[in-house]
């Protein structure tokens, strides 16, 4: 019979192998409608037309190639993307059989429950649950891997020219031939609500999994960079989002000067005690607008630290990467991980890359913006004085 710590031991284990199989069936079925969008959108009879209306017109052909190639990048990524969810799946599948031979196994021994009814019970549903999970349909792509990001693929070579335009621009940034990372944003928009410091690109971040006997440090550091500072960007976001929503709007502090001049003017004989009351109010919402301001200059700092961060972890990760293509191209042969390899390294480059752009626009607006003070200088003068206030009764009295 089964000692009482191995029942509990299987059946923490079948529970971690449930949860783990759960999120990677969600990560799974969220890739794959990106997936399927993204390959209809690059479906050859979808531009056939179009390139035929623009055969006598050169330009015209450059921005559809240019269009096209941007989307086949963005089909890459997601391929790349919903390959790491489909292996963590296996992986989890295989855990979660394992679990669910265990149990039976404890369940069905001889004898093994003369102790009480309920803990079989447990084990059952648990037993039940595990296997449901198991057989549940997952939502899979109709799309085969080896075409889609084949060496010798239109995609493949898109995502190698990509890369190598972006390296080339990387080295030029280490030699200083261009001052600053913004000038390397592309000039010309294809579609008239794309901003020109972002271009058409739409490439995803993917998990990096290094090939066998090999490692490339800074690839895996270009990732945990592009992870921090996309964490950075959402409290920064929500902070700025706070301020100028919530905040600005329960200081407003022009209001506030109107009613002051309206009382100066024509306040009634007793009224005085009611502008204090209103004083104290509006000092009230001030510190809290400039606790909020204050907050917001070191998410601000953080930001732009970050941003230096992922700017050096690109630039080492690019020269990483351009050597290993550059192996992989003259080895002829190349093992299937390796091949894998190279490939998330390039995306994770392109993906950093466009990241760095997006987050140049945050910077630059949030540059012109942080001179704004919707309390004109009131906010810090009440911060100050709730400080004294406070702080006065903690200083010793020597002082």
Partial sequence: MPEANEVFAVMTALKAAIAATEEAYSEQDKRTPVVNGAFYAIDPTRWTQRIESAIERPDQLTRIRTEFDELTLTFISAMLAYRNANRQVLDTYTALNEGIRAIVKVIDAPESFRRTRPLKAAMQALAVRAITTHRS?????????ADAL???SRGYNILVAAFNTLATNLVKLV??????????????????YLTNDIGFRAVYRVPFTDCVGSTHPYNVRLVEAHIAIEQ??????????????????????????WQMLELLHGAPEGYGGNLETRVRAQNKRRVLYEITRMQILLAFDELQARYEELLTALVDAGAETATLLAQTQAEGTVANDRKNTVRI???????ADSCLRRIVRDITEYTKFQANDSTFGNGIQALDAAYEESAKRYRSSRL
């Fill in 150 to 152: 084949g060496d010798y």
């Fill in 345 to 351: 390294a390039m995306n994770n480059c392109l993906a």
């Fill in 175 to 192: 030699n200083h031939q261009t001052p600053h990372y913004m000038a390397l944003s592309r000039t010309r928009k294809l579609r008239p």
């Fill in 137 to 145: 349909q997952r939502a899979e792509v109709n799309i085969n891997v």
């Fill in 232 to 257: 950075s960007l959402t409290n920064f976001r929500k902070l700025t989002a706070k301020l100028r929503g919530e905040q600005a709007g329960q200081v407003n502090e022009l209001q506030h000067s």
